[in-house]
């Protein structure tokens, strides 16, 4: 549908991303590649009035409700395309990403919030110019990972080969020795998790510490126990790799694998601006 065409109940603008202005993707323009936005109805553009790229969308703001930004049919789509155009603009220039659903009310509205933010924004572009945003993520098999901690903890070893032949005294034992083995399962996870930060975050400009997902979130059967991410520079990455494949090897048969997913937008080195936003 074309965009001239149509009109938002309530029209907001919707900001994806802000960027350098040289090498940005034609966005709006004539022979400009444009992509779907979060709002198919209204094209990708660009407001460039300030001297900052700032990547934008109209949207209806009446459809940010509640109800739908909790209703996975309703977001997932959206979220991607969200991405997707971040993705676009971060393969031609630095890119300082902005969290999906940030609306202005006008253009002008954005305006005034880019020349307030100006020399911010600037100093944050500065520092992601050539970087991206690497996850690591690890995954413990419980059970293979307890056989391995209790084959080589000699105390507990002992303590199982001790264990009475009486049912009941026997279970009652077991339940006592239990905390002890989940002690020495977790110890054994963060060492494996500090060997794996340590030698990557060497080589990482930076690294962002992130929140663990249970299993309903990850669709995976094993426990997360590592989300870090790490800011990279280009000619740092074949380093990181080497030492994320040598951290994997040593965990091998163990219960413990990590996955290494980039290059991101990156979303988790842009601090926030002095009013919250983006």
Same mark, same amino acid.
């Given at each position: 549908?074309?965009?001239?065409?149509?009109?938002?109940?309530?029209?907001?603008?919707?900001?994806?991303?802000?960027?350098?202005?040289?090498?940005?993707?034609?966005?709006?323009?004539?022979?400009?590649?444009?992509? $779907?936005?979060?709002?198919?109805?209204?094209?990708?553009?660009?407001? @460039?009035?300030?001297?900052?790229?700032?990547?934008?969308?109209?949207?209806?703001?009446? @459809?940010?409700?509640?109800?739908?930004?909790?209703?996975?049919? +309703?977001?997932?789509?959206?979220?991607?395309?969200?991405?997707?155009?971040?993705?676009?603009?971060?393969?031609?220039?630095?890119?300082?990403?902005?969290?999906?659903?940030?609306?202005?009310?006008?253009?002008?509205?954005?305006?005034?919030?880019?020349?307030?933010?100006?020399?911010?924004?600037?100093?944050?572009?500065?520092?992601?110019?050539?970087?991206?945003?690497?996850?690591?993520?690890?995954?413990?098999?419980?059970?293979?990972?307890?056989?391995?901690?209790?084959?080589?903890?000699?105390?507990?070893?002992?303590?199982?080969?001790?264990?009475?032949?009486?049912?009941?005294?026997?279970?009652?034992?077991?339940?006592?020795?239990?905390?002890?083995?989940?002690?020495?399962?977790?110890? +054994?996870?963060?060492?494996?998790?500090?060997?794996?930060?340590?030698?990557?975050?060497?080589?990482a400009v930076g690294s962002a510490a992130l929140r663990c997902h249970p299993n309903s979130m990850t669709g995976r059967p094993d426990r997360m126990v590592f989300n870090c991410s790490f800011l990279l520079d280009p000619a740092a990455?074949?380093?990181?790799?080497?030492?994320?494949?040598?951290?994997?090897?040593?965990?091998?048969?163990?219960?413990?694998?990590? @996955?290494?997913?980039?290059? +991101?937008? $990156?979303?988790?080195?842009? $601090?926030?601006?002095?009013?919250?936003?983006?």
């Amino acid at each position: 549908m074309n965009a001239t065409a149509t009109r938002a109940a309530t029209p907001g603008v919707y900001l994806y991303c802000l960027a350098r202005s040289p090498g940005i993707p034609a966005f709006g323009r004539a022979g400009g590649d444009v992509p $779907p936005g979060v709002d198919e109805r209204f094209p990708v553009t660009v407001l @460039e009035d300030t001297g900052v790229a700032a990547v934008i969308g109209d949207i209806d703001v009446t @459809e940010f409700t509640d109800e739908n930004l909790q209703a996975l049919a +309703w977001l997932a789509p959206r979220a991607m395309r969200h991405e997707a155009v971040i993705e676009r603009v971060m393969a031609a220039a630095a890119v300082l990403p902005v969290k999906f659903g940030t609306i202005f009310s006008s253009r002008d509205a954005l305006t005034v919030f880019l020349v307030r933010h100006r020399q911010r924004i600037d100093s944050v572009l500065d520092d992601l110019t050539d970087r991206a945003e690497w996850s690591v993520k690890g995954y413990v098999d419980e059970a293979q990972a307890r056989e391995l901690v209790v084959s080589q903890d000699a105390q507990i070893l002992a303590r199982l080969a001790a264990l009475s032949p009486a049912p009941g005294l026997r279970y009652l034992q077991q339940r006592q020795l239990e905390p002890h083995i989940e002690r020495a399962l977790a110890g +054994w996870l963060r060492q494996g998790n500090d060997a794996m930060y340590q030698s990557l975050v060497e080589r990482a400009v930076g690294s962002a510490a992130l929140r663990c997902h249970p299993n309903s979130m990850t669709g995976r059967p094993d426990r997360m126990v590592f989300n870090c991410s790490f800011l990279l520079d280009p000619a740092a990455l074949d380093g990181f790799r080497a030492a994320f494949d040598a951290q994997v090897s040593r965990c091998a048969g163990s219960g413990l694998a990590y @996955e290494l997913k980039g290059p +991101w937008p $990156p979303y988790n080195f842009c $601090p926030a601006l002095a009013d919250g936003s983006p």
